[in-house]
């Protein structure tokens, strides 16, 4: 009797060990998918649901940091990888506080966009908050020597969005909203926010911009472009 008390003690426990082995699994697999895929898609997407969204208006966002090619042949391995590590860490958090998406990285650059996966009418000034804090917070930060100066560019439109690949899944947006931000980002100035007239527009008069007149675009011809200055003070 006692022999078989401690064998199925001992089983008991080996069952325990393993559902308890099962579970930390599970929840490490589910914050892996949570750090790659917004929440809402991510439980989509383990339904079997295949991930294809059209967005009638949504703001997306470009901002890297100027003259890096060069600064990271002066800093080296090390401090590049450091400062990216900061730069893209600080879009992270920013992103969780404002609730945006940090859609991906490609390089120095940082891609994110508002109004999805869950539609809102905030999206423009979602993002242009983004876009403030992400400068402010990075004021101060030098690379390489010289001070470290991002140039950021947004715009607001339709596009599609969707889940692509099988072992490696990526979240990303496809359409001219987002070829537009893009080329706006690379017209700024250094430590500038560019926003093209359809992102101003939604902005209303919360935000004090400035206009820049016409830029052209490779690929979407000249485009009207604003300077994002700051966020006005609300009088209660």
């Known amino acids: 009797m006692c022999v078989l008390f401690l064998t199925t003690r001992y089983s008991i426990h080996l069952v325990d060990t393993a559902e308890a082995a099962l579970e930390h699994e599970y929840r490490r697999s589910e914050a892996l998918l949570l750090n790659v895929l917004p929440g ?32 990271a042949r ?15 860490s600080v879009a992270d958090e920013l992103a969780q506080r ?25 999206h423009a000034e979602v993002l242009a908050r983004y876009a403030l804090d992400l400068r402010e917070t990075m004021e101060g930060e030098a690379f390489a020597g010289a001070p470290l100066k991002l140039r950021i560019g947004i715009h607001s439109g339709p596009a599609v969005a969707g889940v692509i690949g099988r072992s490696r899944f990526a979240y990303d947006l496809w359409g001219d909203t987002v070829n537009v931000a ?7 100035k250094p430590d500038e926010i560019q926003l ?4 101003r ?12 007149g016409d830029v052209e ?12 200055d700051r966020r006005l003070e609300r009088v209660t």
């Not at 998406?101 to 891609?111: A, F, L, N, P, Y």
């Not at 919360?206 to 206009?211: A, I, K, L, R, V």
Request: with cysteine; hydrophobic share 40%; charged share 20%.
């Open 40 to 71: 809402p898609v991510a439980e989509r997407l383990k339904s079997g649901e295949q991930i294809a969204d059209g967005y009638n208006c949504i703001s997306v966002l470009f901002a890297d940091i100027v003259g890096f090619t060069a600064a």
């Open 74 to 88: 002066r800093a080296g391995p090390e401090a590049t990888v450091g400062m990216l590590n900061r730069f893209f």
């Open 98 to 122: 404002l609730g945006c998406e940090k859609i991906k990285t490609i390089g120095d650059c940082v891609m994110a966009a508002a109004g999805l996966p869950e539609p809102t009418s905030s």
């Open 182 to 188: 893009s080329r706006i980002q690379h017209a700024a």
């Open 196 to 199: 093209s007239n359809a992102t």
């Open 201 to 212: 527009e939604l902005l209303g008069a919360n935000f004090c911009c400035t206009e820049v």
């Open 217 to 228: 675009t490779r690929g979407a011809g000249r485009v009207g472009v604003w300077r994002l």
